[in-house]
């Protein structure tokens, strides 16, 4: 069951998650932004090469393999939030998911990306 989970997660999450990213810094501009964070993506990504753009949006699915990882880790009790006084009881359609939300998410980013 965490396996089906943890793939749908990855290709909804980070594969759909890149692709927005990078057609919504394609076809927008810093001028029309009204964020903040926004305006620096678009201002950075409007001044690099086609290669440095690629490289931008592979450290930004890093940055959310990184994340989803710190929140399994977190919900599995490997990790603690502040005071370290929150317990979980994580389920996958009623099935425990037995504390291995991060080693099954990690084991799938290692056999999908690594060389």
Not at 27 to 36: E, P, Q, Y
Request: charged residues 30%.
């Amino acid at each position: 069951m965490n396996e089906k989970f943890i793939k749908e997660l990855y290709k909804d999450i980070i594969t759909e998650g890149i692709d927005h990213y990078r057609d919504s810094l394609e076809n927008n501009n810093s001028k029309d932004a009204i964020v903040r964070c926004w305006i620096s993506a678009l201002e950075l990504y409007e001044q690099l090469s086609s290669e440095q753009r690629g490289k931008m949006l592979d450290f930004a699915e890093i940055v959310m393999i990184d994340t989803i990882s710190c929140v399994f880790g977190i919900l599995d009790g490997i990790s603690t939030l502040g005071d370290g006084k929150w317990e979980f009881d994580v389920k996958i359609n009623g099935v425990d998911t037995e504390d291995e939300l991060q080693d099954t998410f990690l084991e799938y980013v290692e056999d999908s990306l690594y060389i």
